[in-house]
């Protein structure tokens, strides 16, 4: 079985402050792990993955993310927040030697405050 | 401009009455998918496609049918719509292999009365 959890329904950070959103996942193996950000009325985007190899993925809009096997997590990070990433976002997983599809989360909603 | 494009953007209906929503995309993925998205849920998976006249179901697929004749085009079909099925519907694409990101559509968004 697979899953994703995020934690946080609402994230909301000051503009320039950094800001995380978290994620947590479960897998019977080893897993890729994906980022999408939603905007309003938009469809979703891609943002970064994880596969295999260097722990820090680095991504669009100057978002990276660190994978962390001990911890199943794969946090989403910005140094420095814009208010134009406010928006929903998703973390994605799926177990690599499963014929499962992507499992999304439930998103998280990040509010940068200016 | 390689896109996701998904008809119609809204829709209102009733109870039973059949309706499709198209998906089209115009990158030559092999891979389709539909989800669903309702509040505090996340995306959850309708059906996919691997690839032309293969299609499988995902983890939400009562009350819905998929056809896949053509490598661009993955419809979707409402039968006989429920309110439960009011909600956002998204189409996505994207590359045969398991590391490829999904590239998705605007979304459907569908009332049921």
């Known amino acids: 079985a697979q899953s994703v959890a995020q934690p946080e329904d609402q994230v909301n950070v000051a503009e320039g402050n950094p800001l995380t959103v978290k994620c947590t996942y479960s897998v019977s193996g080893n897993p890729y792990l994906f980022w999408y950000v939603q905007y309003p009325n938009r469809g979703l985007q891609f943002l970064l993955k994880?596969?295999?190899?260097?722990?820090l993925v680095k991504g669009s809009y100057g978002f990276e993310a660190e994978f962390n096997k001990s911890q199943t997590s794969f946090h989403l990070k910005k140094p420095s927040a814009l208010v134009s990433d406010s928006a929903l976002y998703f973390c994605a997983v799926r177990d690599r030697g499963s014929a499962r599809q992507l499992t999304f989360g439930s998103g998280t909603q990040l509010t940068v405050l200016p | 401009e390689a896109q996701v494009t998904q008809n119609p953007r809204y829709l209102i209906t009733v109870t039973g009455k059949k309706l499709t929503v198209t998906c089209s995309q115009n990158?030559?993925?092999?891979?389709m998918s539909w989800y669903r998205q309702d509040p505090g849920l996340g995306l959850r998976q309708i059906y996919y496609s691997m690839n032309v006249e293969v299609t499988d179901k995902g983890d939400v697929p009562e009350g819905y049918k998929v056809s896949r004749k053509e490598k661009r085009n993955f419809p979707l079909i409402l039968e006989s719509p429920s309110p439960n099925q009011t909600s956002l519907y998204f189409c996505?694409?994207?590359?045969?292999?398991?590391?490829?990101?999904?590239?998705f559509g605007e979304g459907s968004r569908l009332t049921v009365l």
């Open positions: 990158m030559n993925h092999e891979y």
């Open positions: 994880y596969i295999t190899g260097d722990n």
């Open positions: 996505a694409s994207r590359m045969t292999g398991n590391t490829g990101e999904l590239f």
